[in-house]
């Protein structure tokens, strides 16, 4: 199984730590993120990743290269400008396709989150539902949330503010979730992004789920889960991975 570490952003939640470094490189517990991102990958057998890079990208090329690309096979996609995670996900879609059938799933990973999301689970309930995207989703505050019928199928998003919502397809009952920034894709996605230049992949998301795709969310309430891509999370972070004991 490959996987795609999604590492090009500025960080700006994060200054003033990262005036002088990616994100990806600030160090949580004497770790960096992306150390943790990889190491988390390779504890689930995956050991072909592709990682983006824009802001301070020869600063992460240099670091896994003097790690020894932490004993995996990486290769690097950088972006001229920033294209957000669909835009970084369709530019590295070559990766996906080289090599192999290119049939089988793919994991993606936001570089500033930490869980202890059982991966092999989420690839099992891909395979299980015949999914075209997995989310891994849980119950909990977040500015921006993503809505799921009673089958766990992508019907919407809204904001906290709890307004109407933008709704892709007819439907009842809803749940309101957040996204944890961990993706389980099947390669079919990839020749489906119609989408240009720089967008979001919930974008796309959305797009195919109005059109029937199956796009489902995985719950990952019972995990571990922290965004370490505010400043204020990074401290908090470190404390409760020691208490925890996870991620050693």
């Given at each position: 199984?490959?996987?795609m570490?999604?590492?090009?952003?500025?960080?700006?939640?994060?200054?003033?730590?990262?005036?002088?470094?990616?994100?990806?490189?600030?160090?949580?517990?004497g770790?960096?993120?992306?150390e943790?991102?990889?190491?988390?990958?390779?504890?689930?057998?995956i050991?072909?990743?592709?990682?983006?890079?824009?802001?301070f990208?020869?600063?992460?090329?240099?670091?896994l290269?003097?790690?020894?690309?932490?004993?995996?096979?990486?290769?690097?996609?950088?972006e001229?400008?920033?294209?957000?995670?669909?835009?970084?996900?369709?530019?590295?879609?070559?990766?996906?396709?080289?090599?192999g059938t290119?049939?089988?799933?793919?994991?993606?990973?936001?570089?500033?989150?930490?869980?202890?999301?059982?991966?092999?689970?989420?690839?099992?309930?891909?395979?299980?539902?015949?999914?075209?995207?997995?989310?891994?989703?849980?119950?909990?505050?977040?500015?921006?949330?993503?809505?799921?019928?009673?089958?766990?199928?992508?019907?919407?998003?809204?904001?906290?503010?709890?307004?109407?919502?933008?709704f892709?397809?007819?439907?009842?009952?809803?749940?309101?979730?957040?996204f944890?920034?961990?993706?389980?894709?099947?390669?079919?996605?990839?020749?489906?992004?119609?989408?240009?230049?720089?967008?979001?992949?919930?974008?796309?998301?959305?797009?195919?789920?109005?059109?029937?795709?199956?796009?489902?969310?995985?719950?990952?309430?019972?995990f571990?889960?922290?965004?370490?891509?505010k400043?204020?999370?990074?401290?908090?972070?470190?404390?409760?991975?020691?208490?925890?004991?996870?991620?050693?």
């Amino acid at each position: 199984m490959k996987a795609m570490v999604l590492a090009a952003g500025l960080g700006t939640r994060l200054a003033p730590l990262t005036i002088d470094r990616p994100k990806a490189l600030v160090e949580i517990g004497g770790r960096t993120m992306l150390e943790i991102a990889l190491e988390r990958l390779r504890s689930f057998a995956i050991r072909e990743v592709i990682v983006n890079v824009h802001h301070f990208a020869d600063q992460i090329v240099d670091y896994l290269a003097a790690h020894k690309n932490f004993g995996m096979e990486i290769a690097i996609s950088r972006e001229r400008v920033l294209l957000d995670t669909g835009g970084g996900l369709k530019q590295a879609g070559w990766f996906f396709h080289n090599h192999g059938t290119g049939r089988e799933p793919f994991l993606v990973h936001n570089v500033d989150v930490v869980s202890t999301i059982d991966f092999n689970r989420m690839v099992k309930f891909h395979h299980e539902h015949g999914a075209l995207a997995t989310l891994a989703v849980q119950k909990r505050k977040t500015t921006r949330y993503l809505l799921f019928d009673e089958k766990s199928r992508l019907c919407g998003r809204r904001s906290e503010t709890g307004d109407g919502g933008e709704f892709v397809r007819p439907v009842g009952a809803v749940e309101a979730l957040a996204f944890c920034g961990i993706h389980v894709i099947s390669p079919r996605l990839i020749p489906l992004m119609s989408e240009q230049g720089a967008f979001s992949i919930i974008a796309t998301y959305l797009r195919l789920a109005g059109h029937g795709e199956e796009i489902l969310g995985f719950s990952a309430d019972e995990f571990y889960w922290c965004d370490l891509g505010k400043a204020e999370n990074v401290a908090r972070a470190e404390r409760e991975l020691k208490q925890r004991t996870v991620l050693q």
